[in-house]
């Protein structure tokens, strides 16, 4: 398999990490993401997002699916987590998109492949995400790939940080 730092460019679609160029079509896929899931978006998230993607210091990592001409057509943003009962670290995938037109082509496939291909160069023991429960085209995609576990998620609201 390749290495997660090689783009893989097949058909003409490349799988990469985000780049700095990227910001306008990222922030207009990374909207729509937001705008599907009714999450709140205004610039200070966005910018604040940007900074942590592009700062080879902090844990977010983003991937991008891009055509030979450079129009990204979904994203992929993930970062490894503690996992105490291992002591290692894990992946966690936060976000994923393909715009609506390009689904069911194994773009969001080739995505999680390629998180999942850096996790491992990572040490990564798994890959975790979340989705909707009513989320039927996503979740499709994800039986196909993973196991679904028997965990509830939780949140408990500390308040408005943003």
Known sequence: MNSSAEQLVVDGIQIRDLQPQDRAAWESLYRQYAEFYKEPM?????ARTWSW???AQHPLQGKVVATANGVLLGLAHYRPFPEPLLGKEAGFLDDLLVLPEQRGGGLGRRLIEAVA???KEQGWPFLRWI???DNAQARRLYDGLAQATAWVTYDLSLGTAC
Request: hydrophobic content about 45%; charged content about 20%; proline content about 0%.
């Open 42 to 46: 205004n610039e200070e998230i966005l």
């Open 53 to 55: 993607l592009l700062d």
């Open 117 to 119: 291909q850096a996790g």
């Open 131 to 133: 989705t909707a429960q």
